[in-house]
């Protein structure tokens, strides 16, 4: 007897979605999903268990965050839990920022038996300020390698005259992640204009001025505003990308200085020194032919 595979893959997948609830619709970033009970989307769409877990922002440093995570299966429409492991891990970091949630209606959340506003939130938000909210939460997306959401957060915040150092530096550092090179260079010069300067601001501007090709500008400019630095390592980075620009357009003889700048600068060595020997070593090669 023949057999009409397609006819048959068909109805499997009719029977599957039609265990799946219409109310589970995965359209919600993790941003929007703040303060939201969220499901989790299955890898293999023919599994009708989930996870779900309470989604929320820690404040102490955490950032998003789920809590609270457990499976639940679909049964004759419902929403079953699996029983709680109360030794396993409660918080998981959010990690994957591709990630699309579907929010679990107020329906769901009682069905399920759920507390509406768990009450672990108030222990990991703190911040008073509405505007200090959105800037810790945007710092920590232009920490999660998505400044394309950031940036709008940032922006609407300056254009309310919202404004502070970590401000400066959030858009800064979005600008140039989104390789917006002359924006970061125009603000930090405001923010240099309005007195908000620091080691993170002149290391965003100098990342600016390099991708920009202004390797003069840049150069001053660092030398300028060594006694900003307090960390070694945001100098040390600054030092290094300017050193291996240098060689990059074959400007040998800066190439040589700023290498000496670094051993004067780190002469016990630092986390790049590796590279900064490689670069030498290129140099001596190039230099002797």
Not at 103 to 110: H, K, M, V, Y
Not at 213 to 230: G, H, P
């Amino acid at each position: 007897m023949k057999i009409n595979f397609t006819a048959f893959l068909l109805i499997i997948s009719i029977l599957i979605q039609a265990q799946i609830p219409a109310d589970l619709k995965f359209d919600k970033n993790f941003i929007e999903s703040e303060n939201h009970w969220v499901v989790v989307p299955n890898k293999e769409k023919e599994d009708t268990n989930f996870t779900y877990a309470f989604l929320y922002f820690d404040e102490s440093g955490g950032g998003y965050s789920l809590q609270q995570m457990n499976d639940f299966k679909v049964e004759n429409g419902k929403f079953v839990k699996s029983p709680e492991d109360k030794s396993g891990m409660t918080v998981v970091r959010l990690g994957n920022t591709a990630i699309q949630f579907s929010f679990l209606s107020d329906a769901r959340i009682t069905e399920m038996q759920l507390e509406k506003t768990p009450s672990f939130l108030k222990f990991y938000n703190s911040l008073k300020d509405e505007d200090e909210q959105k800037l810790s939460r945007a710092s920590a997306v232009n920490g999660l390698g998505r400044s394309d959401l950031a940036l709008p957060i940032l922006q609407n915040l300056k254009d309310k005259s919202f404004n502070s150092a970590k401000l400066y530096f959030e858009l800064a550092f979005a600008y140039n992640a989104l390789k917006k090179y002359d924006d970061a260079e125009i603000l930090v010069t405001e923010a240099e204009k309005k007195g908000f300067i620091d080691e993170l601001l002149v290391k965003e501007k100098i990342y600016a001025l390099v991708h920009n090709n202004k390797l003069e500008f840049a150069d001053s400019y660092l030398k300028k505003n060594f006694s900003i630095f307090k960390t070694n390592l945001f100098k040390e980075e600054s030092i290094v990308n300017l050193t291996s620009v240098y060689f990059n357009v074959k400007n040998y003889s800066k190439t040589e200085d700023w290498i000496a700048i670094y051993n004067q600068e780190f002469p016990q060595g630092g986390r790049y020194k590796s590279n900064v020997d490689a670069i030498k070593t290129e140099l001596e090669k190039v230099t002797q032919k």
